[in-house]
């Protein structure tokens, strides 16, 4: 057990609609990753959050956004959802943040299903 | 810019034969590496990490990997496949992005089948 914790584990919802996926990371952990895996692009980095702020962005939609609340649990907020979309999204957590070169600790991930 | 290749896909191999997932990298820095595997429905979960100590890294469940900086390698090694092996396997490269912020680069992973 990563001691991250995500979900719902599962989300099925229609295309248009808005979700909202949580993470709650390891005790002790600051930093805040969100990576979305899809079978036809892999693992690709969405953004990372440290201690509240906003550290780095990768390849995050318009239509996502995320957040991370001082009690350190993040919400990533998918809108407008599209069929392409449908993918697992999962949470990592960190000690540091960025600057430290920690070990990432994974959570089981969030699939979501758009129809 | 930094960039991993996973050169193959997927590997199979037979229960108790030795398992060799290749793992090449570039990086503009001195980067540091990590291998990372996921089984179906888990998250990922780190096998090992080198960040410029020894270049031999000892990881979980019998995994070791060697970095080569001559051959920008850093392939990883299990001298005998259990069928609980039987995986997607990450590796990870991890550099300055040109600030003061470590960057990730994942591969796009290698499925790791095990045939009793």
């Known amino acids: 057990d990563s001691g991250v914790t995500q979900t719902p584990k599962h989300l099925i919802t229609a295309t248009g609609q808005r979700v909202t996926l949580r993470c709650s990371p390891r005790?002790?952990?600051?930093?805040v990753y969100w990576y979305q895996q899809s079978l036809d692009q892999g693992l690709q980095f969405l953004i990372h959050?440290?201690?509240?702020?906003?550290?780095a962005k990768g390849n995050i939609l318009e239509r996502f956004s995320a957040q991370q609340f001082p009690d350190l649990h993040s919400e990533l907020n998918l809108s407008s959802l599209e069929l392409g979309d449908s993918a697992l999204y999962f949470c990592?957590?960190?000690?540091?943040?960025?600057?430290?070169?920690?070990?990432?600790?994974f959570g089981n991930g969030t699939r979501l299903t758009v129809t | 810019a930094q960039s991993v290749t996973q050169l193959d896909s997927h590997v199979s191999v037979s229960e108790g034969t030795p398992v060799l997932l290749r793992c090449n990298y570039s990086?503009?820095?001195?980067?540091?590496l990590f291998w990372y595997v996921q089984h179906p429905n888990k998250g990922l979960q780190l096998l090992l990490k080198?960040?410029?100590?020894?270049?031999l890294v000892k990881g979980i469940n019998g995994f070791e990997a060697e970095f080569k900086k001559s051959e920008t390698s850093f392939h990883l090694t299990k001298p005998s496949a259990h069928m609980s092996d039987a995986a997607e396997y990450f590796c990870?490269?991890?550099?300055?992005?040109?600030?003061?912020?470590?960057?990730?680069?994942f591969g796009k992973g290698t499925l790791l089948t095990v045939n009793p």
């Open positions: 005790s002790g952990d600051l930093s």
């Open positions: 990086s503009s820095y001195s980067p540091s």
């Open positions: 959050y440290y201690n509240g702020e906003e550290r």
């Open positions: 990870v490269v991890s550099d300055h992005d040109g600030g003061s912020n470590y960057k990730l680069t």
């Open positions: 990592a957590s960190s000690v540091g943040g960025g600057l430290d070169n920690s070990p990432l600790h």
């Open positions: 080198y960040t410029s100590a020894a270049t």
